[in-house]
């Protein structure tokens, strides 16, 4: 069966600092990647999706960035965070040329003080 | 406005009682797809309509799609406490791209 794995679960960290968050997913190959962000009770928006290595697609003009260095590997980064980035962050995949269910990771709580 | 917007943003009733849930959204779709969200966790699918169903059920889910009005429903039956989650609608498009739309979310309470 397929499973999703995101960490850290929480991380805290200083204006300025960089930021690597991981994703990665086992049990199907080719998978579709998505990075979201959520805000504190509100909805999904759509970061940076990946329909394969090395292919990313920016949704939103933003600090942020991604990077697919494996098949099942999705990266989200910044080098200066800003309070701004504050957030649940979501990572998800989706079944390549699925018009189907998206699964999603448990979530990373980010928190720039 | 949003692509899937749900309506209320937020409902609280007796355990025991059905919950309604509302989402409009404003172009072409595939199909339409409806998530639970548990409080700091991530989201959950629930179950899929495609364009050409008109219902669909799961359990205690019972999905509606109207596609002349762009809008879907979910309902959940007599609701128990565990169904206290947020509820978001996402749209798969006709044309085009990898990309699901979320919704706004309805943040669903059940009081015991």
């Known amino acids: 069966s397929q499973t999703i794995h995101q960490w850290p679960a929480t991380l805290v960290q200083p204006v300025g600092s960089p930021l690597s968050l991981e994703c990665t997913v086992e049990?199907?190959?080719?998978?579709?990647l998505y990075w979201y962000r959520q805000a504190a009770g509100r909805g999904l928006q759509l970061l940076f999706y990946s329909v394969g290595i090395g292919q990313i697609s920016s949704e939103v003009p933003q600090n942020l960035s991604a990077s697919r260095p494996q098949d099942r590997q999705f990266i989200l980064s910044s080098k200066k965070l800003l309070l701004s980035d504050s957030g649940f962050y979501l990572c998800?995949?989706?079944?390549?040329?699925?018009?189907?269910?998206?699964?999603f990771g448990p979530g990373t709580r980010l928190l720039v003080l | 406005s949003q692509q899937g917007e749900e309506d209320p943003q937020a409902l609280s009733i007796q355990e025991g009682e059905n919950a309604t849930m509302n989402c409009s959204y404003k172009?072409?779709?595939?199909?339409l797809q409806w998530y639970r969200q548990n409080s700091g966790r991530g989201l959950v699918h629930l179950i899929l309509?495609?364009?050409?169903?008109r219902e669909k059920h799961s359990g205690r889910l019972r999905v509606t799609l109207d596609t002349s009005k762009k809008s879907s429903s979910l309902l959940i039956t007599a609701s128990r406490a565990a169904d206290t989650a947020s509820y978001f609608c996402?749209?798969?498009?006709?044309?085009?791209?990898?990309?699901?739309?979320f919704g706004t979310g309805t943040r669903l309470t059940i009081i015991p």
């Open positions: 309509i495609r364009s050409n169903e």
């Open positions: 049990g199907t190959s080719n998978p579709n």
């Open positions: 172009t072409s779709i595939n199909n």
């Open positions: 996402a749209t798969d498009p006709n044309f085009g791209n990898e990309k699901l739309t």
């Open positions: 998800a995949w989706r079944a390549t040329g699925s018009r189907g269910t998206q699964y």
